[in-house]
């Protein structure tokens, strides 16, 4: 009986931990669409020196939170973000605003899509 007690224990705390970490990935991903649509309008400004102070904004962010954003073997994520993130940089530096917009977009995705990978489904259990 007691096995059967402590087995429950253990599977309520590892869903207790699962929710409270989609919760904190969903505010991560919010805040990066936040900071990243202050970029995007910064780059249709053609406003350049902004847009890549702000961008440093999403990469000290990422660099802050990778240790929550790495918690699944999902490495490559990160990595995506972080090569789209500098992508991103040489376009704004070149003025190359439609590749700027597009890159913003990607973005965009990727910070869409974060919550996903972290969501409790049944093909993330098994």
Known sequence: MK???VSACIAVLIVASSIACELHINTVSQK???INERVTQAVEDENYESAVYILNEISDYVNKKED???VTDNH???HNIEVNTWELYEFIEG???TDAL???RVLSFLFEQLPENYKIKWNNIL
């Open 32 to 34: 990066l669409l936040s």
């Open 3 to 5: 096995s059967v007690i």
């Open 76 to 78: 490559e994520v990160v």
């Open 68 to 70: 929550i954003l790495s």
């Open 102 to 104: 597009s890159k913003c």
């Open 95 to 97: 003025g190359q605003k």
